[in-house]
């Protein structure tokens, strides 16, 4: 049975590979499964929700474009987990909300452990999630992005369509670049660079009612 051997699953270019060196059950995700999957806000933490047994708690996932609520999450058990970018905790001490996240563009790999992780990760009872970045190569590769949304694609809320008021004015617009490639080739010293930036007007409003 796998449960005595491996939980720990891999796809790569459509090919499943089982894990056979540990009791890790565990979802990784590559670059391009990173690129692919939806994200709003495109924070690529939203993309643990994907796997089985986890939850948003408290919070939910988050609307917005800041870093802080998109580690809140609840894995099989209470929220506990343990959040890395390239190995290192990424969680504020004091309330455990995300520092900072890397952009979509600039993740190699995202792994996602729900249970039986090994010692190496500690100081958490619940999941941990290990975010790779990118890193340059040989040869320069870059790339530009730009996304939109705005209220003309947005549907109207459920509040605002019971009041009989129109969609509030939204807009979105996230963008940049990414740039890698060789310092010294011969010594296989090599950079990668990321940029995004974002602008949003986001309006609110609000309807009830007031005794005359």
């Given amino acids: 049975e796998l449960g005595e051997v491996s939980q720990t699953v891999e796809v790569t270019a459509g090919v499943t590979l089982l ?13 391009q499964a990173v690129l692919d999957l939806p994200a709003n806000t495109r924070n690529p933490f939203q993309l643990v ?7 948003a708690v408290r919070t939910g996932i988050s609307q917005a474009t800041q870093d802080q609520n ?4 609840s894995m099989n058990r209470g929220q506990a987990g343990l959040t890395l970018v390239d190995g290192v ?8 909300g995300l520092i900072a996240s890397p952009g979509m563009d600039a993740v ?3 792994n996602i452990a729900r249970n039986q992780f090994d010692a ?8 941990v999630v290990n975010m790779i970045t990118r890193g340059g190569s040989s040869q320069f590769h870059g790339s530009a992005f730009e996304y939109l949304r705005n209220n003309v694609l947005d549907a109207n809320s459920w509040s605002n369509n019971r009041a009989g008021l129109k969609r509030p004015a939204f807009q979105r617009h996230q ?8 310092i010294w080739n011969s010594k296989r010293l090599f950079f990668f660079f990321f940029w995004e930036g974002g602008r949003e007007a986001n309006p609110g409003s609000n309807a009830w009612n007031a005794p005359t």
């Fill in 19 to 31: 894990d056979t060196q540990s009791a890790n059950r565990a979802v990784t995700l590559d670059q």
């Fill in 49 to 55: 929700h994907v796997n089985a047994g986890v939850i």
């Fill in 70 to 73: 998109h580690n809140r999450f």
């Fill in 89 to 96: 905790p990424a969680a504020a001490v004091d309330w455990g």
């Fill in 108 to 110: 190699q790999e995202v």
């Fill in 120 to 127: 190496q990760f500690g100081k958490s009872d619940g999941g």
């Fill in 175 to 182: 963008f940049g670049a990414t740039l890698g490639g060789p």
